[in-house]
Each structure stands twice: as structure tokens, then as C-alpha cells.
């Protein structure tokens, strides 16, 4: 089956400093990735949708200069969460879709723990 | 955008019972609606999906049912264990306009050896 992996799987960091996570389809080709943020015992939370060679598309009240998208390839997107604070904290997951599945399938990675001290 | 609610957001069962999750959507031009299962600190697992020319599906214990003109959905268990507890998430979304995924609130449930 379909395999999202995502890197690293925790990272702590301070205040002030930049944390890039990376997310890969690693047996298929993603034109469309999908980057979410779930905080504890709530729901995932779209952030972007990372479209490979063009830049990301933000919901509606997510900063896209604070969380940086690149999707330079059509098996790995990077979010970069630029200046964290420790309101940042989160479990950060990606997800991605088969260009060949007429569906609507996405296939989540095991999410990123983020924690700003 | 889209906006979807969930139903109930905690449910204890004891095991052999069946459960009910609901969730309403408010764009009528969704049409696909999955169905995952997370357990703590992990990723979402798709457990049944459905698209919006069907109004049933079923897999084994679970099915989905869809009222696109009420637009609600729901997700049943039947003869629950103890494994099937976890949170579980409903979403929608619509096909060929970027598919994004916007999920409910989500359900905890508690399955009572």
C-alpha cells in the first residue's frame, strides 16, 4: 500500500528558532500533499495544500510567511515553521495523494510532535 | 468553507454492542466522506469511506450511511471489542476541486470489556 513517511518524528526547540519537517510518499508520486496541525484531543486542522511546482494554497487564517511550504518534488513536501513560539506546539501531520488514483484516498504520514520551550 | 460536525464526542459502549457516530456537512457539493481511526499519537487509519452516488457501504462490522439531501452521515459498528477503542474522525470533501479534507471533531470511544 501507499507509504507517507515524515521526519523527524519529534523535535524540541526553542523559542525564536526555525523547525523544518519533512514529508515523503515513498512508493508513489504525490502531486498533492496536505499539511495539518492537531493540537491534544482535537481534531486535525488543515493548514495548506502543497501542490508539487507551485506555491501552497493557506486555509483561511494560517500565516503562510510563519509556516513555510515547498513541494519541489513530486515525492517530498517540507513545512517550516519560522520563528516558534511555544503557542506552535503541536503535532504537526502531512498527507498525500496518489496521482494515478481517481479517488480522493490521502494517505497520512505519523506526524511530527513539536515542542517550544 | 466546509464545515462539518460530529457526534457524540465521547461514547462508552460495553463490548458486543454497537456504536453510532454522526456527522453533518454543510457544503452540499461534498461528495466524498471517509472515515478514520487514530489512536493516541498516531496517524489517522482510513476504516470505510463512501462517495455520494451510494447512499450504504458496508465492511464487515462497519458501515457508513449518507443522506445527501439531510446531508449527514454516520458511521455504525457493530459486535464492538475492546480494540475498537480510539478516536475516530469523519470528513468531507469534494473531488476534483483540490480534495481537501475537512474533519469533525471527533469521537472517543471507550468500548467496556
Known amino acids: 500500500g501507499a507509504v507517507v513517511s515524515q521526519h523527524p518524528s519529534r523535535v524540541i526547540c526553542k523559542s525564536g528558532t526555525s523547525v523544518k519537517i519533512e514529508c515523503r510518499s515513498l512508493?508513489?508520486?504525490?502531486?498533492?500533499m496536505f499539511w495539518y496541525r492537531q493540537f491534544p484531543k482535537q481534531s486535525l486542522m488543515l493548514m495548506a495544500t502543497?501542490?508539487?511546482?507551485?506555491?501552497?494554497?493557506?486555509e483561511q487564517g494560517v500565516e503562510k510567511d510563519k509556516f513555510l511550504i515547498n513541494h519541489a518534488s513530486l515525492t517530498l513536501s517540507t513545512l517550516t515553521v519560522t520563528s516558534a513560539h511555544p503557542e506552535d506546539s503541536s503535532f504537526y501531520i502531512c498527507?498525500?495523494?496518489?496521482?494515478?488514483?481517481?479517488?480522493?484516498?490521502?494517505?497520512f504520514g505519523p506526524g511530527t510532535r513539536l515542542t517550544v520551550l | 468553507g466546509e464545515n462539518v460536525e460530529q457526534h457524540p464526542s465521547t461514547l462508552s459502549v460495553q463490548e458486543g454492542d454497537s456504536a453510532v457516530i454522526k456527522c453533518t456537512y454543510s457544503?452540499?457539493?461534498?461528495?466524498?466522506f471517509p472515515w478514520y481511526k487514530q489512536e493516541l499519537g498516531k496517524r489517522p487509519q482510513l476504516i470505510i469511506d463512501?462517495?455520494?452516488?451510494?447512499g450504504e457501504k458496508k465492511d464487515q462490522r462497519i458501515a457508513v450511511t449518507l443522506n445527501k439531501t439531510a446531508k449527514h452521515f454516520s458511521l455504525h459498528i457493530t459486535e464492538t471489542q475492546p480494540e475498537d477503542s480510539a478516536v475516530y474522525f469523519c470528513?468531507?470533501?469534494?473531488?476534483?476541486?483540490?480534495?481537501?479534507?475537512?474533519f469533525g471533531t471527533g469521537t472517543s470511544l471507550t468500548v467496556i470489556p
Open positions: 502543497s501542490n508539487e511546482g507551485s506555491k501552497a494554497t493557506y
Open positions: 512508493d508513489f508520486q504525490a502531486t498533492t
Open positions: 470528513a468531507a470533501s469534494i473531488s476534483n476541486t483540490g480534495n481537501q479534507f475537512y
Open positions: 457544503d452540499s457539493a461534498s461528495n466524498y
Open positions: 463512501i462517495r455520494s452516488n451510494v
Open positions: 498527507s498525500a495523494r496518489d496521482w494515478r488514483d481517481s479517488y480522493n484516498e490521502q494517505f
